[in-house]
Each structure stands twice: as structure tokens, then as C-alpha cells.
């Protein structure tokens, strides 16, 4: 049976900060359109309080997740405990962006030590939180993060690297706005 919780407790942060990857998933309003699932690793998510997160969005492939949030906001993130006591905890909620190039940009990216680049800061107003069992969760060892990712994106001088995340993520595989110039007003 699952719980719904009103906001995120101390038992369930301790959970979620206890976790090595995390689940995000969203879809844009058509019914065309591709449901997106992202897996998130590394030490990127951030609890700001009991009803809002946050997570670096590092850059990738796609720009499904930007592009879902910025058409119409909805997204959930989900944790699955890979070890320990089995469990599930969704949080259902509305995503802004805060893209790399806003002027608070940089205080926020501050929040995440380790990195000194990242495409965006998502925020999510959680909406709903609710666990459940994750019986069917297998177990799995946690040998340490891949680094391809964070050297990826810091190989690059800061001009080119986001001149190339201006071309290569304009838009979804959908066709929707993902980033935008000058998203800093």
C-alpha cells in the first residue's frame, strides 16, 4: 500500500540523499509527443525544503526534460533504493529552469559542489510524494560514478561549450523550445 506524505520528512530526506541515481520522467501536452525517462547520477540533487527540490541538469544527449518543463511544467522524479530496505518514493511536481546563462546562475550552481558547469538548475514545486514498496527492485552495488559526463562537459572553453549547448539542444525531439538565448532577462 502506498503513503502519501504532504511533504518530505526527515526519514524520507534521509532516504533520498542516501541514493546514487535518481529517475526523471515527463512528456509534452501532445498525445504525439514522447514520453521522456532520464537516469540522473552523480551528487546533483538537492532538497531545498520539505516541498521543493532541485537537480543540476548536466547536459546530455536530448533536451526532452527542459523542453517538457518549459511547455507545461509537469515531472516526476523517482528513487528506488538499489540497497537496504526495499522502497520507492515518487515526487510529483511542477519544474521551472534556471538555464547557465540567468544571472543567478552561478550562486545556484554554488549549491552543488564539485561541478563548475551544468546546462541548467531544475527546481520542482512538489505537488504529491508517495512511496511504495519496490519489492520488485533488484539489488545492486554502487561501484562509483562514471566520469565521461563531468569531463565532457569540461573540456571545452566556456564560450565554445555554450555556443555548442545552444545548437545542440534548441529543441526537442518533438520539435519544443529547449534552451533559448538569453534566458536571463
Given at each position: ?150 569531463r565532457a562537459i569540461e573540456h571545452r572553453a566556456q564560450d565554445e561549450w555554450e555556443q555548442r549547448r545552444f545548437e545542440s539542444n534548441a529543441r ?14
Amino acid at each position: 500500500m502506498s503513503t502519501v506524505y504532504q511533504e518530505l520528512d526527515e526519514k524520507l530526506i534521509d532516504f533520498i540523499r542516501k541514493q546514487k541515481m535518481f529517475f526523471v520522467a515527463s512528456a509534452p501536452l501532445s498525445a504525439d509527443g514522447h514520453v521522456n525517462v532520464s537516469p540522473k547520477g552523480y551528487d546533483c540533487f538537492r532538497i531545498v525544503n520539505p516541498r521543493q527540490v532541485a537537480y543540476l541538469d548536466l547536459g546530455g544527449s536530448g533536451i526532452e526534460t527542459v523542453a517538457h518543463a518549459r511547455e507545461n511544467g509537469r515531472i516526476t522524479i523517482m528513487f528506488c533504493a538499489l540497497e537496504g530496505p526495499a522502497l520507492i518514493l515518487r515526487l510529483y511536481g511542477r519544474a521551472t529552469i534556471m538555464q547557465f546563462d540567468h544571472p543567478s546562475f552561478p550562486q545556484e550552481l554554488a549549491k552543488f559542489p564539485g561541478f563548475t558547469r551544468a546546462r541548467n538548475v531544475v527546481f520542482i514545486d512538489i505537488e504529491r510524494i508517495a512511496d511504495s514498496c519496490g519489492w520488485g527492485v533488484p539489488f545492486y552495488e554502487f561501484k562509483g560514478p562514471r566520469e565521461q559526463l563531468q569531463r565532457a562537459i569540461e573540456h571545452r572553453a566556456q564560450d565554445e561549450w555554450e555556443q555548442r549547448r545552444f545548437e545542440s539542444n534548441a529543441r526537442s525531439i518533438d520539435g519544443l523550445a529547449g534552451l533559448v538565448r538569453d534566458s536571463g532577462g
